[in-house]
């Protein structure tokens, strides 16, 4: 039986509660991985982004989000300067 295609939830860079960095998809209870470094979290949420066709979101320490980067099929992508 083959798997329907939906669409995994975008996944989201933040400081986790005690130290470190997070990453977790916007349905989960909690964090999918917790690294030392936000570079560390990024690294490894662009590789799931990558697979699942996602937005990585990432928030800065001031919980602003900081950057989106989507490696989904965008049928109407932005004029991305920042990469």
């Not at 975008?10 to 005690?18: F, K």
């Not at 990024?42 to 066709?53: E, L, P, S, V, Y």
């Not at 989904?72 to 300067?81: A, I, R, S, T």
Request: charged letters at 35%.
């Amino acid at each position: 039986m083959s798997k329907p295609n939906k669409k995994s939830p975008n996944i989201w860079v933040t400081q986790h509660p005690e130290g470190g960095w997070q990453t977790r998809r916007e349905d989960a209870d909690r964090a999918s991985g917790r690294f030392p470094t936000q570079q560390d979290a990024i690294n490894n949420a662009r590789t799931m982004a990558k697979r699942d066709g996602v937005e990585v979101i990432v928030q800065g320490k001031d919980g602003k989000i900081r950057s989106k980067d989507s490696y989904g099929k965008d049928p109407n992508p932005p004029k991305d300067k920042e990469h």
